[in-house]
């Protein structure tokens, strides 16, 4: 209490329009001359409990925090009185033009019941700028919509709890324009029991450019398993991440730019059933796929417009086991063959220990030390012919150890039957407890690729690249001399 009374006086100091300086000196507020957007503007910055305290320090502060931009409201600072102030700024504010944003964070599971929803339900309509609602600990039962919205954004994210994802309830017959003002929709650990919940926010969502589900998961299909189907004109943002059950992802949008999809085809129901991916958009730019593919990938429109892609995701050890499905893989790359720049992840699991680290530590060399050796699929000789990425300017890899595996995805990459005119420049990382082992791995690059015109060469950062020379020659004192640390070592 006494340091509360402290604080308040500090605050009342600083605004006083005549104060007495440090030298004795009388001051001048500058602050509450300012005009009441700027003085909201400040506000926006402070939870709303203490925008709403600031209206103790003068008769000018008095309503200041109602202009605020974003209301931010929180259970952190009042847990047990979280509805009564929430209910009484929502009030208060009310006398003022529409909220223009309006951020709900709750962490208490004593503020997530049925009287905490009927508010965020009340409170919704009245935004006209952004609603953004955070569950920080546990999660809502169910969230029922309003029946309709001004807001031009909407982020919810309703649980963060993995295995409990509260029912999120949309109207069922909404006016034609209830969300026509709605151009950004992100949905987060959500329930939904929805039949046809795309072709929903087809028709009851027009003016959409962004679309993000994580963590959705649909009651409705048999076993679970749904289709997403959405018919957007106006789309130019769609990321699906961890959407549960997929079996088919169809997407008509002349606007789509950036496409990016994450494990959405993992699930033991989704692999036995016909899964199957269309798209219809003549000016993506970017793709970012991380994990399995559909059993059929369709691209419906000529996507020699990619410039990039993205986030794809491999496997250690099973990169190359037939499970992996690489043909996917190949067929993936060769379908966006206009692409310029592409990114790989290796991903190894806790727990796995990388061959080549297994061999240096227990110093043995043996031929069973290797993973995955008894393998009967070869990418190089099933693909060496088919992969012809001629746009291809830079290739980064991360997560890279070296290990068998991984050296024949870089053969199918950039290796001998891979067609690369424009390539510019390879980087290849790997993680920070290996970085003493990045010498011999790329003593290991430079004679399992040692690629015409230009050098491979390790940056002051412990990264393995290669570098297209100028002049298009290659150049082999540079690259004997940025690796002669590496025969050191050896």
């Given at each position: 209490m006494a340091?509360?009374?402290?604080?308040?006086?500090?605050?009342?100091?600083?605004?006083?329009?005549?104060?007495?300086?440090?030298?004795?000196?009388?001051?001048?507020?500058?602050?509450?001359?300012?005009?009441?957007?700027?003085?909201?503007?400040?506000l926006?910055?402070?939870?709303?409990?203490?925008?709403?305290?600031?209206?103790?320090?003068?008769?000018?502060?008095?309503?200041?925090?109602?202009?605020?931009?974003?209301?931010?409201i929180?259970?952190?600072?009042?847990?047990?009185?979280?509805?009564?102030?929430?209910?009484?700024?929502?009030?208060?504010?009310?006398?003022?033009?529409?909220?223009?944003?309006?951020?709900?964070?709750?962490?208490?599971?004593?503020?997530?019941?049925?009287?905490?929803?009927?508010?965020?339900?009340?409170?919704?309509?009245?935004?006209?700028?952004?609603?953004?609602?955070?569950?920080?600990?546990?999660?809502?039962e169910?969230?029922?919509?309003?029946?309709?919205?001004?807001?031009?954004a909407?982020?919810?994210?309703?649980?963060?709890?993995?295995?409990?994802?509260?029912?999120?309830i949309?109207?069922?017959h909404?006016?034609?324009a209830?969300?026509?003002?709605?151009t950004?929709l992100?949905?987060?650990?959500?329930?939904?029991?929805?039949?046809?919940?795309g072709?929903?926010?087809?028709?009851?969502?027009?003016?959409?450019?962004?679309?993000?589900?994580?963590?959705?998961?649909?009651?409705?299909?048999?076993q679970?398993?749904?289709p997403?189907?959405?018919?957007?004109?106006?789309?130019?943002?769609?990321?699906?991440?961890?959407?549960?059950?997929?079996?088919?992802?169809?997407?008509?949008?002349?606007?789509?730019?950036?496409?990016?999809?994450?494990?959405?085809?993992?699930?033991?129901?989704?692999?036995?059933?016909?899964?199957?991916?269309?798209?219809?958009?003549?000016r993506?730019?970017?793709?970012?796929?991380?994990?399995?593919f559909?059993?059929?990938?369709?691209?419906?429109?000529?996507?020699r417009?990619?410039?990039?892609?993205?986030?794809?995701?491999?496997?250690?050890?099973?990169?190359?086991?037939?499970?992996?499905?690489?043909?996917?893989?190949?067929?993936?790359?060769?379908?966006?063959?206009?692409?310029?720049?592409?990114d790989?992840?290796?991903?190894?699991?806790?727990?796995?220990?990388?061959?080549?680290?297994?061999?240096?530590?227990?110093?043995?060399?043996?031929?069973?030390?290797?993973?995955?050796?008894?393998?009967?699929?070869?990418?190089?000789?099933a693909h060496?012919?088919?992969?012809?990425?001629?746009?291809?300017?830079?290739?980064r890899?991360?997560?890279?150890?070296?290990?068998?595996?991984?050296m024949?995805?870089?053969?199918?990459?950039?290796?001998v039957?891979?067609?690369?005119?424009?390539?510019?420049?390879?980087?290849?990382s790997?993680?920070a407890?290996?970085r003493?082992?990045?010498d011999?791995?790329?003593?290991?690059?430079?004679?399992?690729?040692?690629?015409?015109?230009?050098?491979?060469?390790?940056?002051?950062?412990?990264?393995?690249?290669w570098?297209?020379?100028?002049?298009?020659?290659?150049?082999?004192?540079s690259?004997?001399?940025s690796?002669?640390r590496?025969?050191?070592?050896?």
């Amino acid at each position: 209490m006494a340091e509360r009374s402290r604080s308040s006086k500090r605050c009342a100091v600083a605004i006083n329009p005549q104060f007495r300086g440090s030298r004795g000196g009388v001051g001048v507020d500058r602050i509450s001359g300012l005009a009441n957007d700027l003085l909201g503007h400040i506000l926006s910055f402070v939870p709303a409990l203490e925008a709403v305290r600031s209206s103790a320090l003068s008769r000018r502060w008095r309503r200041a925090w109602t202009h605020t931009p974003d209301l931010k409201i929180s259970d952190e600072l009042h847990q047990e009185r979280f509805l009564d102030f929430a209910r009484a700024v929502l009030a208060q504010y009310g006398e003022a033009p529409d909220i223009p944003s309006l951020n709900v964070g709750i962490g208490c599971r004593s503020n997530l019941g049925p009287a905490t929803t009927a508010w965020l339900r009340d409170a919704m309509p009245h935004v006209v700028g952004s609603i953004c609602v955070e569950m920080d600990r546990y999660s809502l039962e169910q969230l029922v919509l309003p029946s309709s919205l001004q807001a031009k954004a909407m982020a919810l994210n309703l649980s963060s709890n993995f295995y409990h994802k509260p029912l999120l309830i949309f109207p069922e017959h909404p006016e034609p324009a209830a969300f026509s003002r709605l151009t950004e929709l992100r949905l987060s650990n959500v329930k939904l029991q929805m039949y046809g919940f795309g072709e929903f926010l087809s028709s009851c969502f027009p003016q959409l450019t962004k679309l993000h589900l994580r963590s959705v998961y649909n009651m409705t299909g048999e076993q679970g398993l749904w289709p997403l189907i959405l018919h957007m004109d106006m789309l130019e943002e769609l990321k699906v991440d961890d959407v549960y059950q997929l079996t088919l992802l169809q997407v008509v949008a002349a606007k789509l730019r950036l496409l990016t999809v994450v494990h959405c085809f993992r699930s033991l129901a989704a692999l036995t059933t016909d899964t199957l991916v269309k798209i219809s958009a003549p000016r993506l730019e970017v793709i970012s796929w991380s994990g399995r593919f559909p059993k059929q990938l369709n691209f419906l429109t000529d996507v020699r417009c990619v410039r990039r892609l993205s986030g794809l995701l491999v496997y250690w050890p099973s990169i190359s086991r037939i499970d992996f499905s690489l043909p996917d893989v190949v067929h993936f790359l060769e379908t966006c063959s206009g692409a310029d720049r592409l990114d790989v992840c290796v991903d190894i699991p806790d727990g796995f220990k990388p061959s080549m680290v297994a061999r240096e530590d227990d110093d043995a060399d043996t031929e069973a030390a290797k993973p995955c050796q008894g393998r009967e699929y070869d990418p190089r000789k099933a693909h060496k012919e088919q992969l012809q990425l001629g746009s291809l300017r830079k290739i980064r890899i991360s997560g890279f150890v070296g290990t068998d595996p991984e050296m024949d995805l870089a053969d199918l990459l950039f290796g001998v039957g891979a067609t690369l005119p424009a390539l510019e420049r390879i980087s290849i990382s790997s993680f920070a407890q290996l970085r003493d082992r990045v010498d011999r791995i790329a003593l290991k690059m430079k004679a399992r690729f040692p690629l015409t015109g230009g050098r491979w060469e390790i940056t002051r950062w412990e990264e393995i690249i290669w570098t297209k020379n100028n002049d298009g020659r290659r150049d082999k004192h540079s690259t004997d001399a940025s690796l002669q640390r590496s025969s050191n070592v050896v």
